[in-house]
Structures are given as C-alpha cells and as structure tokens.
C-alpha cells in the first residue's frame, strides 16, 4: 500500500488500476443489460432499443452483453472473495445497523476492507448474476433453444425476470451507498481514499495494511514512518 500527501490530505491506495477497470466493464456491462432488458420485457419500454439499433439488434447483443458481464464479474469475484468472508464480527456489525446509517460507526466493530452490508452485496450479486446466466443460456433461443423443453423455458423466463429485478434493485442499493458514504466514489475513480475516511469506515482493513510496516496509523491520521509497526 502507498500512502500519499496531496496539499493538505493524507490518501491511502485502495484498489488498483486493474481491480477499477474491471469494476467499470462489469458496472458498463449491467447498465446496458438493464436497458436492452427492459426493452425487451415490456411493449412500453421498447423505444430503449434505439439505444442498440433496433429490436434484432438488442435482442441479439442482450445474452451476448451477458457474456461479459459474466466473465468480467467472475474476475472481480476470483480479486475480491477472500476479503468477503463472512465472521462474527459481521454479524455484530449488523445488527448495529442502525448506528451505522445514523453515522454512529465508533458504536461498531471495526469493518475490515469491507463491512457486513457490502459483503452482502457481493455474495447476492454473485447469486444473482449466476441465475441471470444460467437462465439466460435456457432462454438463448440461438444456441440453447432445442435444449431446453417450451415449460422449462418459461420457467427460466420468469426466473430470468425476477433475478433481473432483484439485480436492479441491488445495483440501486450499492450506487445510493457509495454516494451516501462521503468519499468512497474516490475509491473507484482514483483508486485511493482519505486517511480519514479509512480509519472511520474500515479501521480493522487500515490497521492491517499498517502492520504490514508501510504506515503508522495512531488517532485517525496516517503518518509515513517507513518500517515502524502502529500501536495499538
């Protein structure tokens, strides 16, 4: 980890270029697959296929849009797993949650890189994101159409329908936090955050990165101190 002074500011690296790259293919990825999908489930929003040349054209780029959402969510699932497993802390954190929209975090346990609620949303994202595939390949008449019988089709229609709400709904919940949650849009645009804003919100993952004998962390603030290990 690298920690920076800007002017008056103290920053600490969060996510790497390529970790924030892969984010954005996967967010791109689920904008488009949210339009050209509501294009394609009802009459009334089918003016969105403008947006992908016509109807053949959307319905012919929607699975294959699919295909990448899959494959770059598999990448981000393959960087991020291991710091989203879940521990009793967590459940804590949890059932505080109260204290945490109310800002009150200092009545939390301390959140690693990241906390209960945003572990949650990743593993409800990969579930989601996992039915959306497979019942997308059922119902990719091109390829799979004669895999599948005409009543299992229509089970994964609706399948595909629900989870694709569920998926919207998730993706309102987690673009609400990252705003509400002052700072942590930096975090994705220029892969680093506030010193201030990592003791507040992530002490445990802050501490972690300062044993590692990069940084000291003591009251909130980062200080450059080479190999000397935090107290504390």
């Not at 780029?61 to 990448?75: K, T």
């Not at 497979?134 to 329908?161: C, D, K, N, P």
């Amino acid at each position: 980890m690298v920690v920076r002074r800007e002017e008056t500011r103290t920053t600490v690296d969060r996510y790497q270029g390529r970790e924030r790259v892969n984010h954005w293919i996967t967010a791109i990825a689920l904008i488009l697959l949210t339009l050209s999908g509501l294009a394609l489930f009802h009459p009334s929003l089918f003016f969105l296929t403008a947006l992908f040349g016509g109807g053949s054209a959307t319905r012919m780029l929607h699975p294959w849009i699919g295909v990448v959402l899959m494959l770059s969510f598999l990448v981000l699932f393959i960087q991020m797993v291991r710091f989203n497993f879940w521990s009793k802390d967590d459940t804590r954190w949890l059932s505080r949650i109260g204290d945490a929209m109310s800002g009150k975090e200092d009545n939390l346990p301390e959140a690693g890189r990241y906390n209960a609620a945003q572990k949650l949303v990743f593993w409800a994202m990969t579930l989601i994101i996992l039915v959306l595939f497979l019942s997308g390949l059922m119902i990719w008449y091109e390829y799979f159409g004669s895999s599948f019988t005409v009543g299992q089709q229509r089970v994964a229609h609706i399948v595909h329908a629900l989870a694709a709400v569920a998926m919207i709904l998730i993706v309102i919940v987690h673009i609400y936090a990252a705003f509400y949650v002052r700072g942590t849009i930096n975090a994705m645009t220029e892969g680093r955050v506030e010193g201030g804003w990592a003791f507040r919100h992530h002490r445990r993952w802050l501490r972690q990165e300062a044993a590692k004998g990069v940084i000291d962390e003591t009251d909130g603030r980062l200080h450059n101190r080479g190999g000397v290990r935090p107290t504390g």
